[in-house]
């Protein structure tokens, strides 16, 4: 039986935040949410301290901290909009070892990727690296996992897939071999392992490789979409190469664009834990397989009967 944990939760207003946030009021720890936007925190509202600001705010962040024993933080970018990539996953992270050094907090939870390293070639994963360095260096007593893609019923991966189906044409365009392999995490198992992590100081100062049972490719995982979703267009593969510059077009132009040149650079590499069981192996649970889960939870969402 886990401890009851007065717990800093930034993030939560996002797909893994609502799911961490909703196992941590489960468990009975007294939750404190630093949002943006008030108007997704809805979940929280009676059950947990709101509290309206930015992490990048030093101040706000401190006093975010002040009080509480362990900080979760799921704050990422992927992209630069709204933010940058470098203000949210690296000045983020610094802030918060700061605050939490300061607040004299026992253990940070810091939500990274599989394959953050240092490479000029690849802006996301330079970035979370370098985010997590900055919490090394603060002193504070910080558990990085590294999770593989986290799938759930919307959002995320779904809406990616769903943006590409939903591009007009004869056929959907997918970038070269779709060939990446991945381990793909079920969004309430990631959620159980971050929680997990709060009371686990023997992950102090350990980075942890997360991933499910199964490997897939990223073809598997758009196939499983349109299986689930009953979408039968034919496939055109382009070459990423031939694809970059109208990403780089596409990311200077939109708001949101489909793809931005980074992902597609990410598509080209492997993101595995390195073995299947490290679930069960490291948490002490078994983790949910993906494959039926997909099958289940990516069926079309049933439209709400119109009111008379």
Not at 75 to 83: E, F, G, I, L, S
Not at 96 to 104: D, N, P
Not at 160 to 186: K, N, T
Not at 232 to 246: G, Q
Request: proline share 6%.
């Amino acid at each position: 039986m886990q401890g009851v944990a007065r717990v800093l939760l930034l993030g939560g207003t996002g797909l893994l935040g609502r799911a961490v946030g909703r196992r941590l009021l489960a468990d009975g720890h007294q939750l404190r949410v630093l949002v943006r936007d008030p108007d997704r925190a809805g979940q929280y509202f009676g059950r947990a301290n709101v509290l309206v600001g930015d992490m990048l705010d030093a101040g706000r962040l401190e006093s975010a901290c002040r009080g509480a024993e362990v900080a979760i933080n799921l704050v990422a970018a992927r992209r630069n909009r709204p933010q940058s990539i470098l203000q949210v996953n690296i000045d983020g992270a610094r802030l918060l070892g700061e605050a939490a050094r300061a607040a004299g907090l026992r253990n940070v939870v810091h939500v990274s990727s599989i394959g953050a390293q240092l490479d000029s070639r690849l802006r996301y994963l330079s970035s979370r690296w370098m985010g997590e360095d900055r919490l090394r260096q603060s002193g504070v007593p910080t558990a990085i996992l590294r999770f593989s893609i986290i799938v759930g019923p919307e959002g995320g991966l779904v809406r990616d897939f769903e943006r590409v189906a939903a591009l007009p044409g004869p056929a959907m365009i997918v970038a070269g071999r779709a060939a990446a392999c991945f381990q793909p995490v079920v969004l309430d198992d990631a959620a159980r392992c971050v929680v997990a992590a709060v009371d686990r100081l023997d992950l102090a100062g350990r980075s942890v490789d997360i991933g499910g049972p199964e490997v897939m490719t990223y073809a598997d995982l758009l196939a499983r979409l349109c299986a689930a979703r009953g979408i039968s267009r034919p496939w055109l593969r382009v070459p990423v190469a031939l694809l970059r510059p109208v990403a780089a077009v596409m990311e200077a132009v939109l708001e949101d664009p489909v793809v931005v040149p980074d992902e597609l650079r990410m598509l080209d590499r492997d993101n595995l834990a390195g073995r299947l069981d490290v679930i069960p192996a490291m948490f002490g649970f078994p983790a949910t397989a993906p494959g039926g889960w997909i099958a289940d939870k990516w069926k079309p969402v049933p439209a709400a009967p119109a009111r008379s």
